[in-house]
């Protein structure tokens, strides 16, 4: 089937909404073609509005962990809807959320709820300030921390895709204070702390860098920032909003084990509604409006209906731990069969994975930061991404983002995507 209802409302959109989309990657540009609109999803399926069924590896960029329309979302929506959907005060489902996420996540002892991963971030960060009475920040190229100014520098997603890193209308005066260091560069991040000594407020991280494809943090580059800055009286956050509670109910921080002084989340914890969260240790989250002085608000901040539905998909997590060794051996899975498939087609790419969480890199390896992302032949990636997309399989359509499995993704799955990379992997040979 084609996808004409899908061009005609892009067509339309255009008329209405920057670039046709409400966030910048919707848009398939990079991929050479127009975004499809969706009509429905259920489990690992999503279907646009023509008719078209793709097996879908974005799952909304990573909140369907359980794929789409998981049972017991589906009652919790009504039965707390009709309770009423935001009161402006608090809620006992708040409560039990901030326990849950500081139960799973142990190196937080509170947690502040926004309404999305860039709020988490950049509240974090002016916590962070406050708490050390500095100013700097240190972050990665490549890594993304959502669209606050203070962080479009050198950032991954959406800006890497259009190789925008640094955004226009971002004031110099903002981004003075942020320091931009190599993904897995101790030396890097060492140099900063001799360069700047008593300046640094903290250093944040997306632990497994996820916005520039997926790259891996190399042994001991997580350990070395934690050592780097405790000896630096800098605070260390875990952007989690992609891994927090994607690598385990303990993110990145228990799959590596270490611990940071603060983490941002995102994404799962909202099961699809817009929730963000930033947390940390007591004496650095009191430093939190009104406990503290550090200013932070929000109209629909621990939204009910919002906090309803990620507690149901945290408990779902929780209850069944066994859901993410599956997700890790569907991943596992796709990743034998890809592998096996670059190999018979000679093509050179890097496979990285971490989880659940994969990428297909076009270039040469090994990837370990934005200095071997950037060489990933983007053209070779739109052929591919087509050829996928044309096989019914739906990956990101970026060469800097990540492959999400869900706990509804079935062998029958993963069998017709290996089998779909193949062909994919000729086309974009070809390219
Ligand atoms: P949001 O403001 O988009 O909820 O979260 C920003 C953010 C913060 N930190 C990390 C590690 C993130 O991955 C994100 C957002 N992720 C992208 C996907 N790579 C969102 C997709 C989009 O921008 O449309």
Redesign the pocket.
Known sequence: MGTEKSAALFEEALRYIPGGVN?P??AFRSVGTHPIFVDRAQGSKLWDCDGNCYIDYITS?GPMILGHCPEQIGQTISRVASKGTSFGLPTSVEVEMAREVTQAYPAIDMVRMVN???EA?MSAIRVARGYTHRDKIIKFEGC???HNDGMLVSCG??ALTFQVPTSPGVPAAVVQDTIVCRYNDLRDVEAAFARYPGQIAGVIV?PVA??MGVVPPKEGFLQGLRQLTAENGAVLIF?E??TGFRLGLGGASQRYGVAPDMACF?KIIGAGLPV?AYGGRREIMEMVSPAGPVYQAGTLSGNPLAMSLGLEMLRELKAHPEIYTRLEEKAACLEAGFAQNIAQVGLPCTLTRVGSLLCLFFTEGPVEGYDQVRHSDTKKFAAYFASMLAQGVLIAPSQF?AMFVSAAHTQEDLEHTIAANRIALEAAAQA
């Open positions: 966030s990657v919707r960029w999305s991963g860039t971030t993304y921390h959502g997603s959406g997306e996820a916005n952007d909003v992609i995102g963000g983002e």
